[in-house]
């Protein structure tokens, strides 16, 4: 038993915190001492009563106390074992508004202090860093005690390191802030790939989670200490409403994700009334003042969490499995803010763990909710693409569908028009014989008769009309009829009817396309002029004809010219071919005409070319 109570004492011994830290050649980095602290609750004590007070408590150099109102007074005994004289006493942490360091001069017998805190700029500190820090000497072999004066709205805690001066700013380079700075690398690249997201779907979800995200980097901007480097620590307790808005954003992204209006209204009713309070919270903490404030703000999280982890689980079990990412995340989200809240209270002693903890899973919750958001976005662009690809699959079918009602269709009309060609071709060639009959009739009648160009004139009215039809007859087109065919196979009718040596008729027509009424209508109308030049022309002269007919513009211009007597309208106004005349002229669109003479009788017509117009 001896010798087992001997060896405890040996471990014991090896293990314990020694209470004057010794200094000695190859140290670099101490931080396992004991210190001692003291509550001045009156805030009033000054260091020689300080000094002179047997009331410290021992404790370890990383230290908890909770929410004080009292300065907190920490006494360091070192001793210099080492060829080294200069050294750096560091905090580890940036937000006491007040944090002097005491010590005692032997060679002016007096109190000396480095007067330190988180208002003070950045240029004017002992040690140029946002921890707080104190550059100070031991001589060889000698010792030392330390006083440091502390006093903060937040929390007391902190961890109390002694460095040798080389290795503190060597270890400098790669410390806490490094931490902080690549966590705002990750949150301001989730941040902005959100707001992509966000305006590709457009989904309410996205933007919240861009609130979250965006307001936890502010909080930990915040509490980094990176606002001393540009002197905006005066900000940071107004700054602490962004612990407010994060959690109303992490609210109202879990109510838009796992759709909590439809399955669990209740919560979503609670959870509305605790982001009010926590709103009204925090307008108070930056209107009014940080405390007690804050204090409220923080149970109000902590029932919006519970509240949050509660309706997710509920949720989950109606069949929702995919919340089992989103309560993963919030469950040690939330286990890492319990503890940091017992740690802030004092009920939790200080380790690494305990003090950094909520902020590493608070960036892994982050982080799982980027992971969930972003298969979420691959989901709902799968269903969209499957989506389309099934309105192009039904589309495509449509138009086969289409396709072949469009063929039915068309062999139907194909089969309707060649039967309604054929019934108009038999109609064209029973009138055209007609026509021949009625010219047959007539000429025999001429035959009797001794007033032969009578009957000569009306067999050239009839073959007018008649001439169409028959071209008809043999065409393709039904609709469009070549005015310069029918004009020139009309001459030739004409020449062969009236069998004058002396006639001459000489044509100059455009290719034009015309209707039916309207191609009928001028061939009555040049076989008229044609008829009353030949019947008034001088018996002594040939008989020379011109018929010009060209397009101008939209218009269809003919002019007829012959080498007679010549015509006045205002004098001959009586005759049938006249009435004729002016009655077809009428039928065509927009006619105009008129008689002139010129080295004999000048017809000209003109009317509106329809078929150019559509």
């Known amino acids: 038993m001896?010798?087992?109570?001997?060896?405890?004492?040996?471990?014991?011994?090896?293990?314990?915190?020694?209470?004057?830290?010794?200094?000695?050649?190859?140290?670099?980095?101490?931080?396992?001492?004991?210190?001692?602290?003291?509550?001045?609750?009156?805030?009033?004590?000054?260091?020689?009563?300080?000094?002179?007070?047997?009331?410290?408590?021992?404790?370890?150099?990383?230290?908890?106390?909770?929410?004080?109102?009292?300065?907190?007074?920490?006494?360091?005994?070192?001793?210099?074992?080492?060829?080294?004289?200069?050294?750096?006493?560091?905090?580890?942490?940036?937000?006491?508004?007040?944090?002097?360091?005491?010590?005692?001069?032997?060679?002016?017998?007096?109190?000396?202090?480095?007067?330190?805190?988180?208002?003070?700029?950045?240029?004017?500190?002992?040690?140029?860093?946002?921890?707080l820090a104190f550059n100070f000497k031991i001589q060889q072999n000698s010792s030392q005690t330390i006083f440091i004066e502390l006093k903060a709205k937040y929390p007391y805690f902190g961890n109390i390191s002694v460095y040798s001066k080389d290795y503190f700013f060597a270890s400098n380079l790669l410390n806490i802030d490094s931490f902080f700075i690549l966590q705002f690398?990750?949150?301001?690249?989730?941040?902005?790939?959100?707001?992509?997201?966000?305006?590709?779907?457009?989904?309410?979800?996205?933007?919240?989670?861009v609130g979250y995200t965006f307001f936890a980097l502010v909080y930990l901007i915040n509490i980094s200490g990176i606002l001393i480097y540009f002197d905006l620590q005066h900000y940071m307790y107004k700054l602490h409403f962004s612990v407010s808005l994060c959690i109303i954003f992490l609210a109202l992204f879990s109510i838009e994700y796992f759709e909590a209006n439809k399955y669990f209204k209740a919560s979503v009713f609670v959870i509305k009334i605790l982001i009010l309070?926590?709103?009204?919270?925090?307008?108070?903490?930056?209107?009014?003042?940080?405390?007690?404030?804050?204090?409220?703000?923080?149970?109000?999280?902590?029932?919006?969490?519970?509240?949050?982890?509660?309706?997710?689980?509920?949720?989950?079990?109606?069949?929702?499995?995919?919340?089992?990412?989103?309560?993963?995340?919030?469950?040690?989200?939330?286990?890492?803010?319990?503890?940091?809240?017992?740690?802030?209270?004092?009920?939790?002693?200080?380790?690494?763990?305990?003090?950094?903890?909520?902020?590493?899973?608070?960036?892994?919750?982050?982080?799982?909710?980027?992971?969930?958001?972003?298969?979420?976005?691959?989901?709902i662009k799968n269903e969209q693409i499957k989506t389309q690809n099934e309105l192009i699959s039904l589309q495509i079918n449509q138009n086969k569908l289409l396709e072949n009602e469009v063929e039915k269709k068309t062999l139907k009309l194909t089969k309707l028009v060649k039967e309604r060609e054929l019934l108009v071709k038999e109609v064209f060639h029973r009138v055209k014989n007609n026509f021949h009959v009625i010219t047959a009739f007539l000429w025999f009648e001429s035959k009797k008769d001794d007033n032969k160009y009578r009957f000569t004139e009306l067999i050239n009215r009839i073959k007018s009309m008649s001439l169409i039809h028959e071209y008809l007859c043999n065409s393709n087109d039904l609709i469009d009829i070549d005015l310069k065919e029918?004009?020139?196979?009309?001459?030739?009718?004409?020449?062969?009817?009236?069998?004058?040596?002396?006639?001459?008729?000489?044509?100059?027509?455009?290719?034009?396309n015309l209707e039916f009424e309207n191609i009928m209508s001028l061939g009555v109308v040049v076989n008229?002029?044609?008829?009353?030049?030949?019947?008034?022309?001088?018996?002594?002269?040939?008989?020379?004809?011109?018929?010009?007919?060209?397009?101008?513009?939209?218009?269809?211009?003919l002019i007829i010219v012959d080498n007679g007597l010549g015509f006045d309208e205002n004098i001959q106004k009586t005759g049938l071919g006249l009435e004729l005349i002016k009655d077809f002229i009428n039928k065509l669109p927009n006619a105009k005409y008129s008689f002139y003479k010129e080295n004999g009788t000048v017809f000209e017509l003109s009317f509106k070319d329809i078929n150019n117009e559509n």
């Open 185 to 209: 690398g990750i949150l301001f690249i989730i941040i902005i790939f959100n707001l992509f997201l966000w305006l590709s779907l457009k989904e309410k979800v996205y933007i919240y989670y």
């Open 277 to 379: 309070l926590l709103f009204l919270f925090a307008f108070m903490m930056v209107a009014v003042s940080y405390s007690p404030w804050n204090n409220y703000m923080n149970h109000i999280i902590t029932l919006i969490l519970i509240t949050l982890i509660v309706s997710s689980i509920k949720i989950y079990r109606k069949g929702q499995y995919f919340l089992k990412y989103y309560i993963f995340a919030i469950s040690i989200y939330f286990s890492s803010a319990i503890i940091f809240i017992l740690f802030l209270t004092g009920i939790l002693e200080y380790n690494y763990f305990y003090r950094y903890a909520y902020l590493y899973f608070l960036s892994l919750e982050i982080i799982v909710f980027a992971l969930i958001l972003s298969n979420r976005y691959n989901i």
């Open 528 to 557: 008229e002029i044609i008829s009353n030049s030949i019947k008034h022309h001088p018996k002594e002269k040939d008989i020379i004809l011109d018929i010009n007919c060209y397009k101008k513009s939209d218009s269809v211009i």
């Open 2 to 131: 001896k010798y087992l109570i001997s060896i405890f004492l040996f471990i014991n011994f090896l293990y314990a915190n020694s209470s004057t830290l010794v200094l000695e050649d190859e140290f670099s980095f101490n931080e396992n001492f004991e210190i001692s602290y003291f509550k001045d609750s009156s805030n009033e004590l000054n260091i020689q009563e300080i000094a002179n007070s047997n009331d410290f408590q021992k404790h370890s150099n990383k230290f908890s106390l909770g929410y004080l109102k009292d300065t907190i007074w920490i006494k360091v005994d070192l001793k210099n074992k080492s060829s080294k004289e200069d050294f750096i006493l560091s905090l580890n942490e940036h937000f006491y508004e007040k944090a002097n360091m005491y010590y005692f001069d032997k060679s002016e017998n007096l109190w000396k202090v480095l007067e330190n805190g988180v208002f003070t700029p950045i240029k004017e500190r002992n040690i140029e860093t946002s921890k």
């Open 486 to 512: 029918y004009i020139d196979e009309l001459v030739k009718t004409i020449i062969q009817t009236y069998s004058i040596p002396t006639l001459k008729i000489n044509t100059n027509i455009e290719n034009i």
